[in-house]
């Protein structure tokens, strides 16, 4: 076949030889799949893939669930034994009126152990989310025996009491004085706590409404 006796005119294509006839087909057929795959295809595939991801994370989303849902009645006997334990902490927290009291067996406390105080001052409240701190500077004299058993005194008291910054020195009488005795000073910070009722004022806000 002599492609150079082909009449290319489009008008004639009807005469051209069939072989140039399936060729010319099969050209534009490749042409069209390409042009559809560019604009349409491509671009359901990548709706495709993103459908698919987000199939998974519905499918993970849905298991999830599905164990929170079987696991239910525990979650709620854990929520019940949290609330119990917070209510049971709740109640070591002293209301006004026990604060006195409170301070008191902290000074019981320590003298019971048979420390001397030279220090113990109460300071203002420090009000949070619930509660308010109370902290109390104090100094006391003693030996290592005696500190232990006021600490351990405080942590048994009925109510939420801790101890910070504890500083322990010797007594500088007995080292200008060269006594043997060894007593000790410790400086540290005793905190209690107060539950703020619902509605109370906390420290300050009085004095903030009064000038207002």
């Not at 929170?68 to 709620?76: D, G």
């Not at 500088?172 to 539950?195: P, Q, W």
């Amino acid at each position: 076949m002599n492609l150079s006796n082909i009449n290319w005119d489009i008008e004639n294509a009807g005469t051209w030889p069939v072989p140039v006839k399936a060729g010319i087909i099969v050209v534009l057929c490749a042409l069209v799949t390409g042009l559809s795959f560019y604009f349409d295809t491509q671009q359901q595939l990548a709706d495709l893939e993103s459908q698919e991801a987000k199939e998974q994370e519905l499918k993970s989303s849905f298991e999830l669930k599905q164990k929170k849902a079987a696991n239910l009645e525990e979650y709620k006997q854990q929520l019940d034994e949290i609330e119990k334990s917070f209510g049971d902490l709740l109640r070591q927290l002293p209301d006004k009126t026990e604060v006195p009291d409170l301070l008191v067996d902290v000074s019981q406390t320590g003298l019971a152990s048979g420390l001397e105080f030279e220090l113990f001052k109460p300071a203002a409240e420090i009000p949070k989310d619930f509660y308010a701190e109370l902290p109390i500077d104090i100094r006391v004299i003693g030996n290592y025996m005696e500190f232990g058993t006021f600490i351990s005194g405080l942590a048994s008291l009925p109510r939420i009491v801790t101890i910070h910054n504890v500083k322990i020195t010797p007594r500088s009488k007995d080292v200008a004085g060269g006594n043997k005795s060894k007593m000790l000073v410790m400086e540290a910070l005793v905190k209690t706590y107060r539950y703020l009722e619902d509605g109370a004022p906390q420290p300050g806000q009085d004095k903030k409404n009064r000038r207002q």
